[in-house]
């Protein structure tokens, strides 16, 4: 196969430097392009994309369609990695990427496998995508993740791990905390990515990465017995987790631009749907038609969750969003 010229969107964020990441050390296989915002074209962030060599393309998705098709013509595979409260602006780069015969978009998925339907607001705003994709006859590849390993630790008395930890202190199990989600080490998204979008097998189908399968319990037990620590465990009852999504669901509703309270009902979605109906499984994910990485790249090694507590209790963990 000869290399694929791709554009990847959201090349800065958390999702999107893991990809950029596992893009760049394939460069046999892509040339790799960024999509950058006109609002964001001169932040030093992108001014670093250019210095790793990647071309950068500035567009604004919201505009005229036309100057959308005119930049995303001559692209091979267009990945989106769009932040979770702009979902609906891949409609129109969606529309464009038919008119510009891009072979392969891969939207923004790179959550929890979940239906769709009421169950994670973002996953409906996701859908919304899909369908239009879909409607299109665009060619696509849709790929989730689990959970980041990054977010999915409790910290520990000591404090050792508050540096790495978005939330502090972070030690709540949900329902009984037995439900087994899958996991994804971040720095392997790109890894994985960069292996399905020359995968022909995916094309037009879901696919699912994971490096293990373990539930709160099991995490909150590796990390007390990998850091000699005993971590006081808070419990949240499966209807403390339906009543927080019914509550900031409502605000939302009331105040839609209210941004911490969008990402507080985001988070309690996702609860609700890993640790009370249990969707983010290998077999829920089955059932579902999507195709399991670990089985289409059995050679591949991702970083099992116990490697990256080590990092993390070592001091070595990153601590996100920090760009
Ligand atoms: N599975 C998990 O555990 C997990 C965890 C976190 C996130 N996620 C999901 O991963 C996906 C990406 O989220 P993230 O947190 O990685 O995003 P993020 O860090 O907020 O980054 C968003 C990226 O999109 C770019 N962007 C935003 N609007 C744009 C536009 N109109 N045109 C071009 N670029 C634009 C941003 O660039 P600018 O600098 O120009 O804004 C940035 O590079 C979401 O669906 C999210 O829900 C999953």
């Given at each position: 196969m000869s290399k694929q010229t791709v554009l990847l969107l959201g090349a800065t964020g958390g999702t999107g430097s893991s990809i950029l990441k596992g893009l760049l050390e394939n460069r046999e296989f892509f040339d790799t392009e960024a999509l950058v915002q006109p609002s964001s074209a001169d932040k030093p962030t992108v001014q670093k994309l250019a210095e790793r060599g990647v071309k950068i393309r500035v567009a604004?998705?919201?505009?005229?369609l036309d100057a959308l098709v005119k930049t995303l013509t001559g692209i091979d595979v267009l990945i989106s990695a769009i932040g979770a409260t702009a979902q609906l602006a891949q409609i129109q780069l969606a529309t464009a990427a038919k008119e510009a015969g891009v072979k392969r978009f891969v939207p923004c998925g790179f959550i929890t496998v979940t239906p769709p339907g009421g169950v994670m607001a973002l996953r409906d705003d996701k859908e919304v995508v899909y369908q239009h994709i879909w409607k299109l006859a665009l060619p696509y590849t849709i790929i989730d993740v689990g959970y980041w390993h990054q977010i999915s630790f409790p910290t520990v008395p000591s404090g050792r791990v508050d540096y790495a930890s978005l939330i502090n202190p972070n030690v709540k199990i949900h329902a009984d905390g037995n439900i087994p989600t899958m996991l994804t080490d971040l720095r392997d998204i790109g890894r994985f990515v960069s292996l399905i979008i020359r995968d022909p097998r995916t094309l037009n189908q879901f696919v699912v990465t994971y490096s293990d399968v373990l539930s709160e319990h099991e995490i909150f037990n590796l990390m007390e017995e990998m850091s000699g620590e005993n971590i006081g465990r808070k419990y949240v009852s499966a209807d403390e987790v339906e009543a927080s999504r019914a509550r900031f669901g409502a605000i939302i509703r009331a105040e839609p631009n209210n941004a911490m309270a969008r990402m507080q009902s985001f988070s309690a979605d996702y609860n609700f749907s890993k640790y009370v109906r249990g969707d983010n499984t290998p077999t829920y994910a089955a059932y579902l038609g999507y195709l399991d990485a670990r089985e289409l790249y059995p050679d591949f090694q991702p970083r099992r969750f116990k490697e990256f507590v080590a990092e993390l209790l070592d001091g070595k963990a990153e601590k996100l969003y920090m760009r």
């Open positions: 604004d998705i919201g505009g005229p």
